[in-house]
T-cell receptor, first 110, second 112 residues
Framework: GIQVEQSPPDLILQEGANSTLRCNFSDSVNNLQWFHQNPWGQLINLFYIPSGTKQNGRLSATTVATERYSLLYISSSQTTDSGVYFCAVRGGTSYGKLTFGQGTILTVHP | DSGVTQTPKHLITATGQRVTLRCSPRSGDLSVYWYQQSLDQGLQFLIQYYNGEERAKGNILERFSAQQFPDLHSELNLSSLELGDSALYFC???????????FGPGTRLTVT
């Protein structure tokens, strides 16, 4: 099946810093989503981005489907951005199944 | 709030027991998915239903079963529970069978 790799595995920032999280996938995808899992365990949708670029406030994402990667940018980070960021993809033969990466653990210090 | 509801929030039970987790999808969504999140396996897809029919199956154990009812809510049944079944179980829903998925708050299952 499709493989998803996220980097870096851990990231520690000071409030106000910017960061880039990367997601590489091993095959073509029809769906790519970024999620934030907060300290209470909730999975919050950030972006649905099988291709192209989207922005939502301090967050933006770019997916280059032909090169099989996606990037999540966080600018002016805040302590509330702490948590785990997951990339999840659906391959062409996977029907509705999302395959998740292992996540990037982000810690933002005040 | 994603609009997907799951009950119960927490469940503590003993090995060998059986439990039922319940999920109500967002209004208008026809597809329901179940995922398991554990420390060693990460987030894993279990099963998908679309308008009452099973559409995709992942690494779901034979001791686990699910169904989607005519009102579109879904239940995940876990039987003969083992310590290793302790995990966070998520339900997700989407409008179409292959569109953006929205996740519920999860049910945290602890098997003692």
């Amino acid at each position: 099946g499709i493989q998803v790799e996220q980097s870096p595995p851990d990231l520690i920032l000071q409030e106000g810093a910017n960061s880039t999280l990367r997601c590489n996938f091993s095959d073509s995808v029809n769906n790519l989503q970024w999620f934030h899992q907060n300290p209470w365990g909730q999975l919050i949708n950030l972006f649905y981005i099988p291709s192209g670029t989207k922005q939502n406030g301090r967050l933006s994402a770019t997916t280059v489907a032909t090169e099989r990667y996606s990037l999540l940018y966080i600018s002016s980070s805040q302590t509330t951005d702490s948590g785990v960021y997951f990339c999840a993809v659906r391959g062409g033969t996977s029907y509705g199944k999302l395959t998740f990466g292992q996540g990037t653990i982000l810690t933002v210090h005040p | 709030d994603s609009g997907v509801t799951q009950t119960p929030k927490h469940l503590i039970t003993a090995t060998g027991q059986r439990v039922t987790l319940r999920c109500s999808p967002r209004s208008g969504d026809l597809s329901v998915y179940w995922y398991q999140q554990s420390l060693d396996q990460g987030l894993q897809f279990l099963i998908q239903y679309y308008n009452g029919e099973e559409r995709a199956k992942g690494n779901i154990l034979e001791r686990f079963s699910a169904q989607q009812f005519p009102d579109l809510h879904s239940e995940l049944n876990l039987s003969s529970l083992e310590l290793g079944d302790s995990a966070l179980y998520f339900c997700a829903s989407s409008v179409e069978a292959v569109s953006e998925q929205y996740f519920g708050p999860g049910t945290r299952l602890t098997v003692t």
